[in-house]
């Protein structure tokens, strides 16, 4: 299997705090970073953060920097999304992807996990 897997979305209130995992199958020598999008019911995937799997440079969208943060497991291949201070804005399907660049664009990324539900109730 070369697509991720991500999981750890649920069901939260608004403040609350999750930590999604995504289990980065499809890594090669050559993936640079694995990022982090979302999408919202009837808007587009947008970037939410990456980080690179070398020396660890990390980038967030405006909207999650402060509350958001990626970070690695590189024996075990594994990317973490730990979002804090949750809004009803943040309500969408999360996707990890891999990059050979780094980047915040939808097209830079390739083998697209199933995405894991994160709803917030306010």
């Known amino acids: 299997q070369v697509q991720p897997v991500e999981s750890g979305g649920g069901l939260v209130q608004v403040g609350d705090s999750l930590r999604l995992s995504c289990a980065a199958s499809?890594?090669?020598?050559?993936?640079?970073?694995m990022g982090w999008f979302r999408q919202a019911p009837g808007k587009e995937r947008e970037f939410v953060a990456y980080i690179t799997w070398s020396g660890g440079t990390t980038n967030y969208a405006d909207s999650v920097k402060g509350r958001f943060t990626i970070s690695k497991d590189n024996a075990g291949n594994t990317v973490y999304l730990q979002m804090n201070s949750l809004l009803p804005e943040d309500t969408a399907v999360y996707y990890c992807?891999?990059?050979?660049?780094?980047?915040?664009?939808?097209?830079?990324?390739?083998?697209w996990g199933q995405g894991t539900q994160v709803t917030v109730s306010s």
């Open positions: 992807a891999n990059s050979l660049v780094r980047s915040t664009r939808e097209s830079d990324y390739y083998y």
């Open positions: 499809g890594r090669t020598l050559s993936t640079y970073a």
